[in-house]
Structure formats: structure tokens, C-alpha cells
């Protein structure tokens, strides 16, 4: 079928999920982010406090200059010694809005600096913002203000200076030097931009490594992608894992695995089809050959007897087939053939095994027994009842006296596979047992007969398909298809069961030996 046809469902679009590029920028950026901005902060506080000590020390050296020069007349007045010379240099700097201003205030003697008295500007502009707090003397004090309008930053030092003149009495001079604070602001500017280019330039470089890293390491990735696409749909070999990255390696084994896994079964379903081929051939020949003979009879009498052989045959080819289904529906793992466990009485369907072969093995002249779970004995007496364990009122077995958790027809195929391969080895006059019993937190279905048994190196080849015993005797064994253990193995396995083969140990057995085919199952807890 053309996969583009209209009967095709299409495809499903699922939403884009990030890849792992995306998921680790996302896991890294914002923890690398953090810390940048956090180491970037503490640089720029730093850079920044750094040049704030800079400039104020620039600015206070003219201020501790003119403080030097600051001398007592003969006449008792202040003055300032070289003022000019000390401007020149302060000018020199060739800064914007620069200004300096010493002025003096008069203490009267035994009385204390009035800041509200009239000053006396001795240099420099008058009016510059005083300190908000007298500083003491000798200790120079850095402030922001603003002047004309601008903001500016002050470095101040007042100091005391007292009159020879007029013993007792003193000076109080105050000498400030501002100047703009647009240079500090630009230099403090340009270091949070340095800052900030600087981590830019980190974060993108530490994107494109791990850009370039996540691609480089999925490669393998990429390869391992181009060469499944590549390959052929009956292609099943494993994947190469060499050159994957060490966390990838489990996921690669698990899909070999599964590729292992599908290997078997195609194989298994090849050769079941080429068995099922060559076992169908057979009968189909042989009832072709019965067919011409009866054909070409001219004697009624041998004409019904080729008929009677047609109708046998095809009862055989009738069980082999419904063999092969039932082997093709215990092997599968579709979960749509499948039916879902519920909790069953195993007592029940055993008994119920029993009473479907007890016909034909009265007409094989053997003794079927029944031993049920609760200790009843229940060899005649059961022609009553009903195959699916319910009494003659139509009332079920309440409550169950086995449970386990499984699924009824295919347990039912089970303990039928069992009972009927039992059968087919016995011999006439042969005795078959079926036993159902609790062990432990176990349910066990044992099926035990009075046949040939089975040498121990031999018991688990029996499991084969298509196998059959050559040390069997009887004429049903002889035209058994091999199958039936198969079968019973299979959906035994399925519901969580095993089936264990030991010998019998009956006297009256042909071998003395016989065998025991034991079917355990988990008890079902409430």
C-alpha cells in the first residue's frame, strides 16, 4: 500500500520541545549571569571607589598647599603666601567649573567660632557650601554640593590660626576646592561599560562553546541518524557504537537490543511459516493421493473406505491447523490480541479441562482422574456438569477456591494442551491423573500419566516446535503434529506461569517412569 494513500493516517505533529543546546544555555545562562553581574558589582563598586579617592586626593592638594601658606601678619591680620602660584596649579588642570575660596572668621577672646558670623573671603570665590558639619580642625572632609547651578565636589579643611597681636584671640580659616563632578560621573561610566562589555563578551563566547560543544559531541549522533536512514528495511544489524559519548552508550545497547529483539522475531515468524508450510504440505498431499484413489474406486465398499481415510485426514489437517493459530496467537505480543488478566478460579477451568477429555479418554480406554484443590476425588460423577465449571442450577464455584491472575482461555489452552498431549501418549488401558493444589503462595496444575515419559536430556528439546518424541509408542503420538507442549509453554509464559517436566514414577507405566507435566502459577491476593 502506497504510505501517501488517503488510507494512511497522517502523521502526528507534536510541538517542538527544546534540544539540548537550548536546555543547557537555558540551565548555564542564568547562573553564569548571576555571577557576572555579581563579580562585575563588586569591580565597579571598587573601580569606583578607587576613583573617587583619586580625584579627591587631586583635589585636596591644592587645599593642603594653600593651608601652608596661611601665615599672621605683623599687624595681626591672614594672609595667604603665594596665592597666585597656588591657582596657576590648580587651573592647570584644565577642568570645568574649578573653584577655590579660603575665608577667615574672628574668635574674640574666651569666646567660641560663632559659624554664622560674618566671613572674610581671603581668595577665590565667595559663597561655596560650607560643610554640614563643622570638621575638626586639621581633618579634611569631602562633601557634594552644588554651585552655580553645577554639581560639584568639595574637599574642605578648616584650621585654627591665632593673633600675636592680640593675645587670646584667633583665626578660624576655612579653605575649600570644588570642582565638576562630570569627569568623575564619565570615568564612573565608562568603567560600568567596560564592565558590562567585558561579560557580554564572556557570555556570548561561553554560548558558542557550548554551542559548538553539544554539536561536535552529537555527531556520532548525526552519523548513527544518516546510516538508519540509510539502510534497508530488513536491515537488522546492530548499531555501531563506537565514537558515541559514554552517556549516550546506554541508549544506543537498548536500541540494539530492541533491534536484537526484532531480529529473533522475524526469524521466529520465518520459520514458523516455512514449518507451517512443510506440515500442511504433507497432509495436503496425502489427501490429494486419497482423493484420486476414490475417484478412480469402482467399488462402493473401498470407495467408502478411502472416503472414511479423507474425512480422518482432514480432522488431522483441521488439528494442525487450529494448532498453528493457536501457536501464531501464543507467540505474539500484539496488544490488541491480547486480553486483559482477571482474577480466575484455576480449580475451575482444570475441572473444566477434564470434563471436555473425559470422552475421548474413555474412548482411548484410559482412566482420566480428577484430584480437586479442596481434596475431593472426582473420577465419575462429573458427566453433569458443565465444561465451564458451572453445575447443572448454571451456579459458579463462589468463592474461587484457586484464584490467579490470568487470562481464562488461554490458561483453559493450557491445562487442554497438556491434558490432550497426556492423552496422546498413554497407552490403552494407561491411567491420567489431573491435580490441582495450593504450595506455598502458589497455584500448581499438575497433569500425571501412566505413558512412556521423557529422558531428562530430552525434556526441554519437547518444547521445540514441531517436535516429536522417537521414543513414543503409541499411533497418536506418531501423527501429532508437535506442537501442543509449544503451545502450552507459550501462553503459560504469558499469564506469568511455568511448566516444569519430571517423571511420573507409576509402575503400571510401559517404562515404569512416566511423566509429570506441573503448571505453577502466583496465588492471587486480595
Known sequence: MDPRSPTTPPPTTEPRRFGIRARLLALLLPGIIALLALDSWNDYRALTDALVVAYDQSLLEPVQALANGIVVASDGSVRVQEPFSIQSMFDSTHLRYKYLHVGVQ????GEQLDVNAPETTLMG??????????????TPVFYDAVYEKHAVRVAALRQTVYDNVHPGSAWSV????AEGTGPRVQAQSETLRQELLRDTRMVLVMSILVWLGVAWTLRPLDRLRRSLRERSRDDLKPLDASGVPQEVVPLVD????HIEGHRRMVAEHSQFLADASHQLRTPLSILSIQAGYAVRETDPARMRESLHAIVAQLARTRRLSEQLLALAHATTDDAIAAVEPAVVDLNAIARAVVLQYLPLARENDQDLGWVDARGDVATEGMAG???DGTDEAGEADDPPVLPVMANAAELHEVLANLVHNAIKYTPRGGNITVTVRREGSQAVAEVCDSGPGIAPERRDSVFERFHRDPDAGTAGAAQGAGLGLTIARSYARRNGAEIELESAGMPESAT???LRAILRLPLHVA
Open 106 to 109: 574672628r574668635i574674640a577672646k
Open 125 to 138: 570665590v565667595p559663597g561655596l557650601p560650607r560643610p554640614a558639619q563643622r570638621p575638626p580642625d586639621g
Open 174 to 177: 576655612l579653605i575649600q576646592a
Open 254 to 257: 537498548a536500541v540494539n537490543h
Open 385 to 387: 456438569d458443565d465444561a
Open 512 to 514: 515404569g517412569g512416566g
